[in-house]
């Protein structure tokens, strides 16, 4: 809203401001050559400014990832946004002055409020602008607060969605029969629909015929949705509390949209999973207790456990070599051919009704129900001869995995956790730190997924994409202004334009997220097209109007400028009042966080260009040699 509003505000003022100043001098120039020439004047700041928002954005789309997921879309419709902004701007709103203004009654005089700003602005700012010392300390002492502040503050790719649907996992231990599971869920449902504001209960237990997870009877997956007239916090609060009632079983409670993203993050509804890899499944094993034994006292991690591995008995068959080689066989011959009694093995197909069935030989049930039928198998010799199994191998039932995971075939194990009641990124440090500490043998490794390594790998992605970016914005400062030393002085001005923004977050106990991106990406827009304004409005009076470079063109090009600045800020202002008076209450987790950085970003930046870019302009800006007026004021 900001971005857009200041276009037109840019716009019409000037055209305002312009049909009033040829009225008041009794200017024989027609209605439209002079709403012409005002649009002229501010097009060329209309389109650097809109230049410097693109640039602002490329880096996004070179993100990949989630994170490219969520902010690409953002960025396509700000930038779309932005870029429609300036058309209307330089086509529709000149068109729109002319149909509206060409009779319209346009007081010579400004009106009342705004020549009241001007009796308090003008003086003020003439002081400052003789006296700059203490409002460049009081600048610099500003930006330097919020460089300290920021590093304080924590980060969160996105943020706690409220949603009133909830995914809960319900994992009781390998071996749980369906009745036991069938029997813990009902018993927790019922005590879940006691709770007021619970509205539905629904769950599923095990796997679906044609499911693609593998899970046993032992995975539950529950569904709450709560009522939206309940206090949500409070609600939440009372399930949690009733679910955290069931010892010895594991379980989490998240909305659904952050199940999904946790889920694509590190492939478990966890915030953050340590994955070991390794040749051995009993190494890996033992080194998911020692992480997490290293991880459990950590401040701020919930629901620690490493991954469930449930265990089946498994006939194994282990080959006694020294006898084996008395009857002349190999270990694979043996494992063939017990694998071929045991387990089948395909010979062909036969085609029947056009359709081809596989053919399997194996051995008839009877000669393999048991471990004794099983020693008894006939194993062939090279010799023509036929011997036991049990003579050539031990045959016995042991435990073993139900399944192996594994990652770019390497076998795998994973240890979980939640981050509650502290910032991630806290936590991801000192997690990093406590796994640096533990020794992993050669061919053993780990790796850290979940939001806070995606950020990380988001932020590495973007780094040398944010260089070009400020180079593309410096190169555009510099031809907009024509000035080297106006060009360093906007472009190192810019980013104090968003203290506030971090401030404000900062003080009102919020984080880096999605929302705020979005709220520091709009008031660097505002900031930047104020500054151009200001700048280019500063070198149209000198090259234009014959105001010499001085203290009178500081003071009057800032008052000028007064009123399309206070507007852009009061407007967008206060269409934000309300979201951040309803404070952050569910469907507000991206808005309120925006709200909250706009506001604190509006105020600084608003301050900066009406105090502190006058008085950088008197000092580093270069003076120009007046020119006669002409009959069509080119663009700056």
Not at 46 to 60: E, G, Q
Not at 390 to 408: C, E, K, L, W
């Amino acid at each position: 809203i900001g971005v857009v509003v200041d276009d037109a505000i840019i716009d019409v003022e000037n055209i305002v401001r312009r049909l009033r100043q040829a009225r008041k001098d009794g200017s024989a120039k027609s209605t439209a050559s002079i709403i012409l020439e005002a649009s002229l004047e501010v097009r060329q700041a209309i389109i650097h400014a809109t230049l410097i928002d693109a640039v602002v954005l490329l880096p996004i789309f070179f993100i990949g990832g989630l994170s490219g997921a969520f902010f690409q879309p953002l960025a396509i419709s700000y930038g779309l946004a932005v870029l429609l902004s300036m058309l209307v701007a330089l086509t529709v709103t000149p068109a729109l002055c002319l149909l509206l203004l060409a009779n319209a009654h346009i007081e010579r005089r400004e009106p009342l409020l705004v020549r009241f700003l001007h009796r308090i602005y003008e003086p003020l700012l003439t002081r400052i602008v003789q006296r700059p010392g203490p409002v460049f300390l009081a600048t610099a002492l500003i930006i330097v607060v919020g460089m300290a502040v920021f590093p304080l503050m924590g980060e969160s790719l996105f943020p706690e969605f409220k949603e009133r649907d909830f995914l809960m996992h319900w994992i009781t231990k390998p071996g749980t029969s369906a009745a036991e599971e069938q029997r813990i869920v009902t018993q927790a449902s019922r005590e879940l629909r006691a709770i007021p504001g619970v509205r539905n209960f629904g769950s599923h237990i095990g796997q679906a015929l044609l499911a693609e997870e593998l899970n046993g009877v032992n995975f539950g997956e529950n569904w709450i949705s709560i009522d939206p007239s309940v206090d949500y916090d409070e609600t939440v609060a009372k399930i949690e509390e009733v679910v955290n009632s069931y010892p010895g079983l594991f379980h989490n409670v998240e909305t659904y949209l952050n199940e999904r993203i946790d889920e694509v993050l590190t492939g478990s509804s966890e915030t953050f999973v340590v994955r070991i890899f390794g040749p051995d499944l009993k190494g890996i094993h033992a080194k998911a207790d020692e992480v997490e034994k290293a991880l459990k006292d950590i401040p701020g991690i919930v629901d620690l456990h490493v991954q469930l591995q449930s265990e089946v008995p498994q006939v194994q068959v282990e080959v006694d070599l020294p006898k084996a080689q008395q009857y002349g066989l190999k270990p694979g011959d043996v494992r063939r051919a017990s694998g071929v009694l045991l387990a089948g093995e395909e010979i062909g197909d036969i085609f029947r009704d056009g359709k081809a069935y596989d053919v399997n030989v194996w051995s008839t049930p009877a000669t393999r129900n048991s471990v004794s039928s099983i020693q008894n198998l006939p194993i062939n010799t090279p010799n023509g001869g036929v011997v036991r199994l049990g003579d050539v191998a031990d045959v016995r039932i042991a435990p073993a995995q139900s399944v192996i995971y594994r990652d770019n075939a390497s076998r795998r194990i994973d240890v979980s956790a939640n981050v509650e009641g502290r910032d991630l990124s806290a936590v991801m440090a000192e997690v990093n730190n406590r796994l640096g500490r533990v020794e992993f043998p050669l061919g053993y490794h780990t790796e850290v997924l979940g939001e806070y390594a995606e950020r990380q790998a988001a932020q590495s992605r973007l780094l040398l994409f944010a260089l070009a970016a400020a180079l593309g914005t410096f190169l555009i400062l510099l031809a907009s202004f024509g000035n080297l030393r106006l060009a360093i002085l906007g472009f190192l001005t810019l980013p104090s334009a968003l203290v506030g923004g971090v401030l404000a977050a900062y003080f009102t106990g919020d984080v880096i997220s999605l929302g705020s991106l979005i709220g520091f990406l709009t008031v660097f827009g505002i900031a930047a097209r104020n500054k151009i304004m200001l700048i280019n409005h500063y070198q149209h009076l000198e090259r234009y109007e014959g105001e010499a470079f001085g203290l009178d063109l500081a003071v009057r090009g800032a008052v000028e400028r007064l009123s399309p600045i206070l507007m852009t800020a009061l407007a967008t202002g206060l269409a934000l009042v309300p979201l951040v008076v309803a404070g952050d209450v569910p469907g507000a987790e991206i808005e309120y966080p925006m709200a909250i950085v706009i506001l604190g970003g509006l105020i600084t930046s608003t301050l900066l260009n009406l105090f502190v870019v006058p008085s950088l302009y008197l000092r580093f800006g270069r003076k120009r040699a007046a020119v006669p007026t002409p009959v069509l004021a080119p663009a700056p």
